[in-house]
């Protein structure tokens, strides 16, 4: 980045200050502050809300909010190829949501104490740490409810950054950045000329430009579309247009990951990526969406893809945690073929091992793992399942893979299925893994985590409780004494649907009483 050493200079509506070092040739994200810099925070502000707005828990938010006013995006270039914004007063749904989470944490319940005050209590939190900056002296008085963070193509190698902070005073954020210039001499801003934001940048011509832009982020087709795709409020949201993210890498990157992985020359990445998050009354959400992603490297057989056929649901209520994921044997086959036969190397001795106990890899992975694969883990132990078109050859294959007479000295025990194998660590996990009459999909906490479950590509779930018990036990160590957050967490879910194209993906972690 470039590091220049000047004066500030006394400039209308534009005040300068210089850029800060970078972490690193590869370092898109805010400057890293130089010896006692207080700018830096201000462009944490909203990621550092976002982390303690969940009550202890560390969890960023995200998402696009219709709670009035101007957003972020509204002065923002429609050049930039990266984007993230969090709103600090978000809509009243979200608001009282996030209040209402933080009264479930013992340590947030004293913290929160309205959810009209959510965000100058959360944020007066942030700074409680922090001796040089007073967030009611020099932060609260003139911040805004919003704030932006832009990767844009940079007139050098590298994209230029640009932050957007939402005001209220606009003589008190004046104030604020000459205040910071007492330390810190080395970043610019300016006022946009579109809506009450304060621009941070790298360079004065950056921030001047962004301050007078009129084709802005908000009318960009690349940006509607992907915002579009996501459904209700959030509190912070995360956006990139790959195509463009790509183009702005310097040459020598993107030549360095082409002889890396062997790709063509010329070869292009499209698409659009968007990430939003939200908060529940008892849970926390994050959601992604990819649109028309296409790059060399993806595999024709990616796992995930497709509908699954449910087996997690159908485990036993007691189930601790599981797994299951489509194409799983063919998507691997793929890696394989494209690290190993290419090479004609065995650098870990995988093929020959294989080989010795009379597997063929990768064909036999297709028929081993099948259409479907499931991993489940309960309280009477481990268990594997797959469903395949091809039993005969999957059940083959495990127990060479396996070893010697299924459940003889220690052996996992290994069953044949009218669609598909499993194998179980124990009769126990075996029977509950086959089995298809469990209640999982019913309890409460398996539903609030993954409401998408049905027909999943991916799914996983962990009963949180349970885990930590079970890996208590395991380490013997007893029940011992959990922090008190970690007694209110319940449950953490994820799945996919579509493909790495076009596809879908959610997270939650739930919240007890």
């Known amino acids: ?71 972020p995006e509204d002065v923002v270039p429609a050049s930039a190829v990266a984007f993230a914004k969090i709103d600090l007063n978000p809509a009243a749904s979200q608001k009282l949501a996030v209040y209402r989470l933080a009264q479930r944490f013992p340590t947030t319940q004293d913290r929160v104490k309205s959810e009209d005050a959510v965000k100058d209590q959360l ?59 007492e330390d810190d001499d080395e970043t610019f801003f300016a006022f946009s000329d579109a809506a009450d934001y304060v621009l941070l940048g790298e360079t004065q011509a950056v921030v001047d ?20 795709a996501l459904d209700g409020d959030q509190i912070v949201t995360a956006w990139a247009d790959l195509g463009a993210v790509w183009d702005a890498l310097p040459q020598e990157s993107v030549e360095d990951v082409a002889q890396e992985y062997g790709l063509p020359e010329g070869f292009d990445v499209t698409g659009k990526v968007i990430l939003g998050a939200s908060a529940g009354k008892d849970h926390v959400e994050l959601i992604g969406r990819t649109l028309g992603v296409r790059a060399p490297e993806l595999p024709s057989a990616s796992a995930g893809t497709g509908k699954g056929s449910d087996m997690v649901a159908r485990l036993p209520a007691d189930t601790v945690a599981a797994m299951s994921i489509t194409n799983l044997g063919a998507a691997l086959a793929e890696v394989f073929d494209k690290v190993y036969a290419d090479s004609g190397e065995d650098p870990l001795g995988i093929l020959e091992v294989a080989e010795e106990v009379g597997v063929t890899l990768p064909d036999d992975l297709r028929p081993l793992l099948g259409e479907e694969t499931l991993a489940a883990v309960g309280e009477e132990g481990f268990a594997l399942r797959t469903r395949t078109s091809d039993v005969d050859s999957a059940f083959r294959t495990a127990g060479a893979l396996l070893g010697g007479a299924p459940g003889e000295d220690g052996a996992p025990m290994l069953r044949r299925l009218n669609d598909g194998i499993a194998v179980g660590s124990t009769p126990e996990a ?20 993954v409401p998408d479950a049905a027909g999943a590509g991916m799914l996983l779930y962990i009963d949180i409780a349970k885990a930590i018990t079970l890996s208590e036990e395991m380490s013997d160590g007893g029940e011992g004494e959990r922090p008190p957050d970690v007694r209110k967490l319940e449950s953490f879910g994820m799945t996919s649907s579509g493909d790495a194209r076009n596809g879908t993906f959610r997270m939650r972690l739930t919240v007890r009483e």
């Open 1 to 71: 980045m470039r590091r220049t050493t000047r004066r500030l200079r006394e400039t209308s509506p534009a005040v300068s200050i210089q850029p800060p070092p970078a972490t690193g040739p590869d370092s898109y994200g805010p400057p890293q502050p130089a010896g006692r810099s207080r700018l830096p925070i201000l462009l944490a502000i909203g990621a550092g809300a976002a982390a303690v707005a969940v009550a202890g828990v560390a969890l960023a938010l995200s998402g696009f909010l219709g709670g009035g006013g101007s957003q």
């Open 123 to 181: 944020l007066s939190a942030l700074f409680d740490s922090d001796g040089d900056v007073d967030y009611d002296r020099d932060i609260a008085p003139w911040i805004g409810d919003r704030v932006g963070l832009a990767a844009l193509p940079g007139a050098g190698e590298e994209p230029d950054v640009l932050a957007a902070i939402a005001y209220t005073d606009r003589d008190g954020a004046e104030s604020a950045m000459r205040r910071l210039q």
């Open 209 to 228: 430009a962004a301050a007078k832009t009129e084709q802005v982020l908000a009318d960009a087709p690349a940006w509607k579309d992907a915002v579009q």
């Open 430 to 449: 075996l029977d509950a893994v086959s089995r298809d009459d469990g209640d999982l999909g019913a309890s409460p906490a398996f539903r609030t985590a």
